[in-house]
């Protein structure tokens, strides 16, 4: 993909959302929390296409020639002796380096082996990082009114793209065709096309929406080689869903479906068929527990693992017994699909699946990392007395091994 900013500013302001009630307001805060709100964009256009439900609307604006990045600063590396990072927001291996973004929104990454440490864009308030299909590290950062993409490779950093500032808790930056996709976490997705145009999808406020679909809660994305787009939203007891948006062309507008309902915990392209998404479900509230892997196909969806049987959990308080464990990350290494449940890895390569042993930590550079076939896992500090048992899928990022 190229180096040279293919999307900018919307060119008209947002408008105002309507309001909610306060009833409403008490749900939200319970699903996810409080969040920043920005009004929708003007519309350009509005194509839509109907359904047995009612569709979200797009709306597709003109960029604006972008407004100067400013200092993409670095420090120079230097061998680990810092303070360990405790509080870790998101980490990714990117580039040949080990990626992380800790709670104060500042980004560091380490080399390979974890014997040297480096601070990035030391200037910027970090927001999103995740790793790009061609393995270069893709940054967001907050400034002007907006969320700007960046790039970083073997040449430094490369301004990609701007999109309409949003609330970084739990939403996610992702990839179509090469160009950067933001999901919101009530329901807003942003996505460029070809001649660099912005597309604005957003679910409707009216009808028989319910207050889940506005819920909030986590968010994850993944595109097809048809660019289609699959969405998987995590409201834990709340709720969830997985969405297929199929994204128009001349004389096929956009429309979305519903795929599936529940807690949808991530969604990544089967690295075998590219046309495909593998989707993981899980919910642990209480004394129950849920949760299955699922491959979804334009024409068919399949779930190919749902683990039954009786998983023990001490938490120093009670014995809880789960029917089914919930599945909470999803890594792609080569072929093969790693599915995290709560104690334990799957390994899915086609249509064959098979549980790999258990991770054995060892600290390098201050934190507490294992490698486990093609990943690399690394331990949530600050979660490891919270869970006394060895919650695998709660208590770790996995990635690609660098």
Not at 7 to 21: H, I, K
Not at 203 to 213: A, M, N, S
Request: hydrophobic share 35%.
């Amino acid at each position: 993909m190229g180096h040279e900013p293919f999307g900018s500013r919307l060119e008209n302001s947002l408008r105002a959302r309507p309001s909610r009630t306060l009833f409403l307001g008490l749900l939200l805060a319970l699903a996810g929390g409080c969040q920043r709100s920005s009004p929708p964009p003007s519309t350009v256009a509005q194509p839509t296409m109907p359904t047995d439900e009612m569709q979200p609307v797009e709306t597709i604006h003109r960029p604006l020639p972008p407004i100067p990045i400013g200092d993409l600063d670095d420090d120079d590396e230097r061998p680990c002796g810092e303070v360990p990072i405790q509080h870790i927001r998101a980490a990714t291996t990117a580039s040949g380096r080990v990626w992380v973004l800790d709670s104060e929104s500042h980004l560091v990454s380490f080399d390979a082996a974890l014997e040297h440490r480096k601070a990035h864009l030391t200037k910027k308030v970090v927001d999103l990082v995740r790793r790009a299909d061609d393995g270069s590290l893709w940054a967001v950062v907050n400034e002007e009114n907006r969320w700007r993409v960046l790039r970083y490779d073997a040449k430094g950093w490369q301004h990609l793209a701007d999109f309409p500032e949003r609330f970084w808790t739990q939403d996610s930056i992702g990839e179509r065709e090469g160009r950067p996709v933001l999901a919101t976490r009530d329901g807003e997705t942003y996505w460029f096309d070809a001649a660099g145009l912005v597309h604005f999808w957003k679910y409707p406020l009216e009808g028989h929406y319910r207050w889940v679909r506005e819920a909030g809660g986590k968010t994850h994305l993944a595109s097809t080689n048809d660019g289609s787009m699959y969405i998987a939203r995590d409201a834990g007891e709340f709720g969830g869903r997985l969405e297929w948006i199929r994204v128009g062309t001349a004389g096929r507008p956009t429309f979305q479906k519903q795929v599936f309902d529940g807690s949808m915990t991530d969604v990544i392209v089967d690295p075998l068929d590219r046309s495909c998404v593998i989707a993981s479900n899980g919910l642990l509230h209480a004394n129950s527990g849920d949760g299955f892997i699922a491959r979804v196909c334009p024409n068919n969806s399949a779930v190919v693992l749902e683990e039954k049987g009786m998983a023990d959990l001490n938490d120093r308080r009670s014995h809880v017994k789960i029917d089914t464990l919930p599945f909470s990350k999803l890594v792609t290494s080569g072929n093969t699909v790693y599915a995290f449940g709560l104690d334990q890895i799957y390994a899915i390569t086609g249509h064959a699946k098979r549980r790999i042993p258990p991770p054995v930590f060892t600290e390098h550079c201050g934190q507490s990392v294992a490698r486990v076939e093609g990943l690399m896992l690394l331990r949530l500090p600050r979660l490891l007395k919270e869970y006394p048992y060895d919650a695998i899928g709660h208590a770790i990022f996995a990635m690609p091994a660098p």
